[in-house]
Every structure is written in C-alpha cells, then in structure tokens.
C-alpha cells in the first residue's frame, strides 16, 4: 500500500530532551516536507527536501533540522525542544514539488 | 505576502444540506490549488485539485470545487451532506513560478460539522 508512515505517533517529552521523528515513503518520490499544525493557523512548512540533494527551511524552521540522505527517509530533529514546539507534525511527499502531496498519520508533541 | 483565507471557521449544517465552503487566495502569479479533508483523529486527504484546464473540479465523495481566476477564488461545494462529512476542510495553494519550493500555503481551516 502506497503510503507515508511517521514514528512515533504521539509523544510527550521534556524541555531539552533531543528526539527525533522519523518519516518514510514508499512512493519513490522525489520530494518531501514536514509541517505543523496549530489551531487557527492551519500547516504551515518548517522544512523541505527537492531530493536527496537539496534541502532547505519553509517558514517555520527554528528548533528543527533534518536530514534526507536517502530518497524514502525524512526525519525530523528536535536538538532541544521547547514548549512552543508542541504541535502536531505530518510529513508530506510528492512527485516533485508541483504534484499534490500526500500525508502521513501525524505525530502529536508534547513539550513540557 | 502569499496567503489562503477561508471565510468560514465552523459551519453546522444538517443531513442533506447544501454545502459551500470559501476559500480566496493571494499569490501573483499561477497557482495549483488543491482542497484536502481531515477526518477527526486523521490524517490530510487530498479531495480535489485544479492544475489547468476546466476550472470546475470534480473530486472525491461528491465534492466538487470552481476556480474563478478573475476573484482569486477555489470554492468547494457539495449538493447534499451526510453526517460522514463532519470534518475539517483545507483549502491549499502551490505556486508554480520559478522557485517554488513546493510549499503548500493552507487556509486556517474550516470545521464542518454535520447533524444527523
């Protein structure tokens, strides 16, 4: 089944704690990003990788990093998460970045 | 700036009405534009998209949505709801200029929730 999977689906940590969200397609697509979703602001882009070459910030990229050294791979790092980055996380992929993207299940953070 | 405004923040209807969601965007220049549907405690699922061609889109369920380029608008419409509609519903742009990074600029969001 095609799909984009994310790991682990909720998680609640403490400020600091490094952790890492883990994000894998099956589609052999090219791109991939990573939004949040708050209420009242719907998603907004916090990165985006072209391909396993390129990679950059969307809007909201503060406190995060990530890493595409493989095609189907996206994870999302939190160095030292903070309260504000409590949110609800989905990956996205896509053909390429014109095509529509297709959603994983989310992840749910909690920062204390 | 770039941006989707979605007039309605939550719509109650019952079984069997009409519905008709906004949705208007801000981008200078040729946009994709897509409306995806969050089913409660799911995921984002594409319902419909508008790359070119016939303005009027027909998706999945019986949603249908019209690009209007004059009024910089990509309403979605359905003629009668069920109770299997209550949802939230994103409308999404992407542009299509040189550049584009591919981000998705998403509607605040509109939470529909449908009597029985």
């Not at chain 2, 007039?7 to 209807?13: E, F, G, M, S, W």
Request: charged share 15%; net charge positive.
């Amino acid at each position: 089944e095609a799909q984009v999977t994310q790991n682990p689906r909720y998680l609640i940590t403490v400020t600091g704690k490094k952790l890492t969200v883990t994000c894998s397609q099956n589609m052999n697509h090219e791109y991939m990003s990573w939004y949040r979703q708050d209420p009242g602001l719907g998603l907004r882009q916090i990165y985006y990788s072209m391909n396993v070459e390129v990679t950059d910030k969307g809007d909201v990229p503060e406190g995060y990093k990530v890493s595409r050294k493989e095609k189907r791979n996206f994870p999302l790092i939190l160095e030292s998460p903070s309260p504000n980055q409590t949110s609800l996380y989905f990956c996205a992929s896509s053909l390429s970045a014109v095509n529509e993207q297709f959603f994983g299940p989310g992840t749910r953070l909690t920062v204390l | 700036a770039q941006s989707v405004s979605q007039h309605n923040h939550h719509v109650i209807l019952s079984e069997a009405a009409s519905l008709e969601l906004g949705c208007n965007y801000s981008y200078g220049g040729t946009v994709n534009l897509f409306w995806y549907v969050q089913y409660p405690g799911q995921h984002l699922q594409l319902l419909l998209k508008y790359f070119s061609g016939d303005p009027l889109v027909k998706g999945i369920k019986g949603f249908e949505a019209e690009f209007i380029k004059s009024k910089f608008s990509f309403n979605l419409r359905k003629p009668s709801v069920q109770w299997s509609d209550t949802a939230e519903y994103f409308c999404a742009v992407n542009g299509m200029g040189s550049g584009n990074t591919g981000k998705l600029i998403f509607g605040q969001g509109t939470t529909l929730q449908v009597k029985p």
